[in-house]
């Protein structure tokens, strides 16, 4: 079902959240250091885990993809709202991880992308397989 691709973007979503909250602690900064792309990169994994493993259902994939194009404004909009302030205040701290998080983000994405070698996961055969042929 499309609803099973909304529970896995929220779960995703939430260890994203967590895991950024908790990375923020570790480097002394309050605030969630990194939670956005660590939510993108474990929704990636675990869609293309999930149907490499046929647990996902075409149905449920197409919610899947429906949530990750809605993803990216959706968590623009909520990560305005996060206290950049007192992540600044941690002074360069703040400006090494977002770097680090934006280079770790497209060095897993590529080598997610490499590591599938699967570019075809978002296509299915139609449905009409038996048509017949054209004279």
């Not at 779960?11 to 969630?32: E, F, Q, W």
Request: proline share 3%; charged share 10%.
């Amino acid at each position: 079902m499309i609803i099973y691709g909304t529970a896995l973007l929220a779960i995703c979503h939430l260890l994203g959240d967590y895991l950024g909250n908790t990375l923020g602690i570790l480097l002394g900064v309050k605030a969630n250091v990194g939670g956005v792309a660590i939510a993108m990169i474990l929704l990636i994994a675990s869609k293309e885990l999930l149907a490499k493993k046929g647990y996902l259902p075409q149905v449920t994939q197409f919610g899947v993809l429906y949530w990750s194009g809605m993803y990216i404004p959706i968590v623009v909009a909520m990560s305005a709202g996060q206290n950049v302030v007192a992540a600044m205040s941690g002074g360069m701290v703040g400006v090494i991880v977002a770097v680090i998080s934006l280079v770790a983000t497209v060095l897993v994405i590529r080598w997610l992308n490499k590591l599938s070698n699967d570019y075809h996961s978002y296509e299915w055969p139609s449905e009409q397989t038996n048509q017949p042929a054209e004279a």
